[in-house]
């Protein structure tokens, strides 16, 4: 939560801030259980490829739209068809898997909300579905199913077993989850705007 704040300079993306953010972000996701495993791997996997880059071009990077901008200055896309293992596809769909993430912690802030197997169904829907081939549209729903009811995934959240979730600790655990949607909302609406504006929005479906 604290690495995310620092993402969002202004009305630019702070590139190192962001890779890092996302990293300890993995970190979390990955304590989630079998829930999130398919979506965590899935980060990773693009997380790599924008760090390569970032690596190599730290300060013409030092902003989202600039790592974009000299990325794409290099030639390696076909208008908005994104080299697989590019910077550019690896940043897309990181943020659409933070999209996802975003509704379906959402939806865990009401006690009285929808199971999150059904929370992640719709978030998934509306996020990834229309961008994921038919092999992931099956992969993804599957893992889907191990998604424990809503107290259980607050635990885990929290790095907690279920039966020393109390009252008072599953407030914090909500507090935090609002706070971390609320940091999130603006910089992946950044995020989506500068694909835009650079014309690197690829809705082809992987």
Request: proline residues 3%; glycine residues 6%; hydrophobic residues 40%.
């Amino acid at each position: 939560l604290r690495a995310f704040k620092s993402v969002l300079t202004g009305s630019e993306v702070d590139t190192a801030q962001l890779l890092k953010a996302c990293r300890a972000h993995l970190i979390l996701m990955k304590s989630g259980g079998s829930a999130l495993k398919v979506v965590a791997k899935d980060m990773e996997t693009n997380l790599n490829k924008a760090e390569s880059l970032f690596k190599k071009l730290p300060k013409e990077g030092k902003y989202l739209s600039s790592l974009l901008e000299k990325e794409r200055e290099i030639g390696i896309h076909d208008g908005n068809m994104l080299k697989d293992a590019s910077a550019a596809m690896g940043l897309l769909w990181i943020r659409r898997s933070l999209s996802f993430q975003l509704d379906l912690y959402a939806s865990l802030i009401p006690s009285d909300g929808q199971h999150p197997k059904d929370a992640a169904m719709d978030a998934y829907y509306k996020t990834l579905s229309p961008y994921h081939g038919w092999l992931l549209q099956k992969a993804f729903p599957l893992s889907f199913s191990q998604m424990p009811d809503r107290k259980v995934f607050i635990a885990k959240f929290g790095g907690r077993e279920l039966e020393n979730l109390d009252a008072d600790y599953e407030h914090e655990i909500v507090k935090k989850l609002k706070s971390l949607v609320a940091i999130w909302e603006p910089i992946i609406k950044t995020w989506s705007d500068e694909f835009e504006r650079l014309d690197l929005e690829d809705k082809r479906r992987a």
